[in-house]
Nanobody
Framework: QVQLVESGGGLVQVGGSLRLSCAAS????????VAWFRRAPGKEREFVAA???????TDYADSVKGRFTISRDNANTVYLQMNMLKPEDTAVYYC????????????????WGQGTQVTVSS
């Protein structure tokens, strides 16, 4: 498994932007597909976005399409650029990785970070 650390969360006003980072240990992160999930207070964890091992494929939840962008660099970091933030985007955001799965099912990812809080104020 790979160790993941999220950063970049914080407090932002409606319509603002944040960029989350997911940094991985080790030198094999390019062999992992990575996804972002979020959990809002009182709600189930939900899929946000995913990126394939090569970075050539991405997938988004309908609620964030056109506002969020997932990307990865050539080293050990995956990003989630979040624009036009809404109060309903308030949640703890988690990144997850899998060597064998790319998609929106949280149970198929076996490496998880501790999460970073995003709060959007109106």
């Amino acid at each position: 498994q790979v160790q993941l650390v999220e950063s970049g969360g914080g407090l932002v006003q409606v319509g603002g932007s944040l960029r989350l980072s997911c940094a991985a240990s080790g030198r094999t992160f390019s062999t992992y597909a990575v996804a972002w999930f979020r959990r809002a207070p009182g709600k189930e964890r939900e899929f946000v976005a995913a990126i394939s091992r090569s970075g050539g494929s991405t997938d988004y939840a309908d609620s964030v399409k056109g506002r969020f962008t997932i990307s990865r660099d050539n080293a050990n970091t995956v990003y989630l650029q979040m624009n036009m933030l809404k109060p309903e985007d308030t949640a703890v955001y988690y990144c997850a990785a899998s060597r064998f799965y790319y998609g929106d099912s949280s149970t198929s990812y076996n490496s998880w970070g501790q999460g970073t809080q995003v709060t959007v104020s109106s």
